[in-house]
């Protein structure tokens, strides 16, 4: 099976291009996630400003989770880099 991605620049050719398509035997046309459409500058970042009120501040253990899951992602970076040598699973239970 192949997958051909298509983009369709003026909206009011989807329908035809979607119908000679689907006339074809063998081939199958899905609709892919839509795009938000920016029209100006200034309404995208209103957009981002809104969608970043919307979100509820951080309770003080959702915050020390972030915290530690961070430092977590950067342990195992310096550790796949080689610049930090991380415990190995029987080390770590064996500590407990």
Known sequence: MKLLLV???????EKLVTDILNEIEGVEVRRGPS????TAR???????????????PMTPNEKKFVKGLTR???DMDNHIAGKKKLKTLDEFLNGL
């Open 7 to 13: 983009n369709i620049i003026d909206p009011r050719k």
């Open 35 to 38: 795009r938000a459409k920016r």
């Open 42 to 56: 200034g309404t995208t970042r209103t957009v981002v400003a809104n969608r970043a009120k919307a979100i509820k």
């Open 72 to 74: 977590a992602f950067k």
